[in-house]
């Protein structure tokens, strides 16, 4: 049971990445499937998820409008398409799925580098 994620690299300012998070054991049945990031001496934070219930989706203020996430049906991966890159999406991007209290599963994180 885990989650494998793909896709990450380097690439220059306004371009874009495509990352993918695969489920392998499991559905993502999850109330929100996530993306999350990690700068260099930052916290982690959330960049967007897909609600299961309704298939809204969300986004922090700082991507909105260029990031794009997508829940496959059937539930087994969910991608996380990143248009018009800059220096500051510069992360280690995590996929997570919270199914239950005590099964909240995440990839293994995702280098993601934007050159300026």
């Known amino acids: 049971v885990q989650l494998v994620e793909s896709g990450g690299g380097l690439v220059q300012a306004g371009g874009s990445l495509r990352l993918s998070c695969a489920a392998s054991g499991f559905s993502l049945d999850a109330d929100c499937v996530a993306w999350f990031r990690q700068a260099p001496g930052k916290e982690r934070e959330g960049v967007s998820c897909e609600r299961n219930t309704d298939g809204n989706t969300y986004y922090a203020d700082s991507v909105k409008g260029r990031f794009v996430i997508s829940v496959t049906s059937p539930k087994d991966a969910v991608y996380l398409q990143m248009n018009d890159l800059t220096p500051e999406d510069t992360a280690v991007y995590y996929c997570?799925?919270?199914?239950?209290?005590?099964?909240?599963?995440w990839g293994q994180g995702a280098q993601v580098t934007v050159a300026s």
């Open positions: 997570n799925a919270q199914i239950t209290v005590h099964e909240n599963y």
